[in-house]
């Protein structure tokens, strides 16, 4: 198969709206409010001399194409946008959405070009995209580029999610030139000149909430409005239907045929098609529910979850300033931009959820909203559903159900974590191996991998002390958002008047967030190094006797600790993709070395493997034992590393 026979068949164009534009118009508007379409016609810019970094053949092969293909000199030219592939039909997406809480209006794809739907050998849609090819009528005040280091993020955590089994788009390719933009990565005022990149994006669709925000009314709080609202609802009226009859047909086709939707689509009366557009609402809240469960898993935090980045179908969608966590910190923020905490790590869920209420709003054109919001409380079962099954996994709690005793077990695990300062993804993986009570004939078995025997807890306790966090990492972590004096003004005005508040863009309950961090940070300022030591012992002694105790009752009810092991060790991560491992890649490559992205995604390609490091020193030619110090991806936090921050910039 060469690249020119990918086959097209571009649905999505041929069943929704497209913006009818005279050429002219184009270009002397060609930064505009788009009003009666989800799509615009724009073709992607060319850059110079472009150079593939890195390519992702697991992804590919969903477009049936091979290592062949990408070794093809036309592979660049083709996916940096310098070129199209027949059949291509390119556009840009509108789509509005809820920004920090707030609605912002059009938004639409300002960076990413719609290059079609390729139909693959096994009869599956995949919708393809370029990301950072160029300006669009979306882009604003901006120029459609992405440049290297947010495009290798992008590429890396694509491919990281799917690997964890997480509901996810993919990235294809991620290519590099040499034309280059002006970029101040966090807004401190020291822009620089950085490289034009482009990431081949894949998913079934990049349809999202927000594509059905457009028909929103004039908001109160920020007198935006969608781009296609009319007074009399004429444009909803006519275009949401033939959306959700889309989407449903297209992306959920055992809804369309339990409903019997052909039928359905032209039937007369509008409240027909509710029983279909109800059960669609439901999944999506349960697709979502499922997806941020699975986040919170293994410590993802997304960072930017507005309702433009949420995805119809359930998965992860537009990754930006993204972050896994190091230590446990459930109010981490990985996003620099997001002064307020918003989307911290521990917010996710109950902001998904909010996201799904947005999401029933937009569509209550066609759906009434007292339903839709009666399926909100679906989202909570799914995710406690999800996110309780997963968990006793990663404890490796598999033949004794005990859901009181077991959330206790986890709630109280990840306080332990967090007051301790404990590596989150490492704890769990280093519970795999903790010293376990001995049932009658498990000497045998430990043998055979089970995990260590009794008389091997205090080493394995003290290896455990020893990755601790000190007590003035956790401090300074601890420590308020805001300026003393400004965290004192808002204490005092929140007294007086919390209205005035928001206009200072806060909240009751983040001014006494902000005042309880404070409060954290003097304590952990006046423990000593002993103390500290010392009181994380007797912490995490009085938690792994709960868990011994725990897993007694499972080996009297006949567990297997092989299996145990086993299962624990396929639920929790080895390797995820930490912001510094990620930087360490960026730098080199901003140099043109590209080894270091080529290896971090082969390593992440297996993040449960324990020999997947030595495996990659083999290749490398280098001595596995070297490898280990030099390559140690699921090591401490380097020093160099302990203040980085992401931004929304590209």
Not at 69 to 86: A, H
Not at 294 to 314: E, K, P
Not at 474 to 484: E, F, Q
Not at 629 to 647: E, I, K, M, Q
Request: one cysteine or more.
């Amino acid at each position: 198969m060469q690249l020119t026979d990918l086959q097209f068949d571009n649905l999505s164009l041929q069943a929704l709206p497209i913006e009818q534009v005279p050429a002219d118009h184009r270009r002397l508007e060609p930064q505009r409010q788009v009003k009666g379409a989800c799509w615009s016609p724009i073709k992607p810019e060319p850059v110079k001399s472009p150079v593939l970094v890195a390519a992702s053949l697991p992804c590919l092969a969903l477009l049936d194409l091979q290592a062949s293909q990408v070794e093809d000199p036309s592979f660049v030219e083709y996916f940096s946008g310098n070129r199209l592939l027949p059949g291509s039909d390119t556009a840009a997406h509108c789509y509005a959405g809820h920004q920090f809480g707030h609605f912002s209006g059009q938004l639409g794809d300002g960076a990413a070009i719609y290059l079609g739907e390729v139909i693959n050998s096994q009869q599956e849609r995949w919708e393809i995209q370029l990301k950072g090819a160029g300006p669009t009528p979306y882009s604003r005040t901006a120029d459609g580029r992405k440049v290297l280091r947010s495009s290798i993020r992008e590429f890396l955590a694509s491919e990281a999610l799917y690997h964890l089994g997480i509901p996810t788009t993919r990235a294809g390719s991620v290519i590099t030139s040499d034309s280059r933009v002006t970029r101040d990565a966090f807004y401190s005022g020291n822009p620089k000149q950085e490289r034009c990149s482009v990431v081949l994006r894949v998913a079934p669709t990049f349809i999202r909430f927000g594509s059905f925000e457009i028909f929103k009314p004039t908001d109160s709080t920020t007198g935006r409005t969608g781009p296609s609202f009319t007074r009399d609802g004429s444009l909803q009226a006519a275009m949401l239907p033939v959306m959700l009859n889309h989407v449903i047909k297209t992306y959920f086709p055992s809804l369309w045929q339990q409903h019997n939707g052909e039928a359905l689509q032209s039937a007369s009366d509008p409240s027909q098609r509710h029983a279909m557009y109800l059960d669609f609402f439901r999944e999506v809240v349960r697709r979502t529910a499922a997806m941020v469960a699975a986040w919170q898993c293994v410590g993802f935090c997304h960072g930017v979850l507005n309702t433009d980045n949420m995805s119809i179908i359930g998965v992860m969608l537009d990754y930006g300033p993204y972050g896994f966590l190091d230590r446990y910190d459930p109010g981490y923020v990985c996003n620099h931009s997001d002064d307020g905490g918003r989307y911290d790590y521990q917010s996710q869920p109950s902001i998904c959820r909010w996201n799904c209420l947005k999401l029933a709003e937009a569509i209550q054109g066609a759906l009434p909203l007292s339903k839709a919001k009666q399926e909100l409380e679906l989202f909570d079962q799914e995710f406690d559903r999800c996110y309780w099954a997963t968990t006793r996994r990663k404890l490796g709690l598999l033949q004794v159900e005990d859901a009181e005793e077991d959330q206790a077990l986890v709630t109280d695990l990840l306080q332990v974590m967090h007051d301790t300062g404990a590596d989150f993804s490492n704890t769990f993986r280093r519970l795999a191996t903790c010293p376990t009570p001995l049932s009658q004939g498990d000497g045998a078995r430990q043998a055979d991998g089970a995990g260590p025997s009794q008389q091997d807890g205090a080493g394995w306790e003290q290896q455990l002390l020893n990755t601790l966090a000190p007590a003035e990492v956790l401090a300074k972590a601890a420590s308020p958002r805001y300026p003393p004096q400004q965290l004192h003004f808002l204490q005092m005005l929140a007294a007086k008047d919390p209205g005035i508040l928001a206009s200072f863009g806060a909240t009751p309950q983040l001014i006494q967030s902000e005042i309880d961090r404070m409060n954290a940070a003097a304590k952990l300022k006046g423990i000593s190094p002993e103390q500290k030591a010392e009181s994380d012992r007797k912490a995490w002694r009085a938690w792994l006797a709960r868990y011994a105790a725990r897993l007694h009752r499972e080996a009297q009810a006949g567990a297997d600790p092989v299996k145990r092991v086993q299962v624990m060790n396929e639920t929790n991560p080895r390797y995820v993709l930490r912001n510094w491992i990620a930087q360490q890649a960026i730098e080199k490559a901003e140099q043109g070395d590209y080894s270091e992205v080529q290896r971090i995604l082969k390593l992440l390609e297996h993040p449960f493997s324990d020999t997947i490091a030595a495996e990659l020193a083999e290749e490398s030619n280098k001595d596995a034992a070297v490898c280990s110090r030099t390559l140690l991806y699921d090591g401490p936090v380097p020093a160099w590393a302990a203040g980085l921050c992401v931004s929304c910039s590209s």
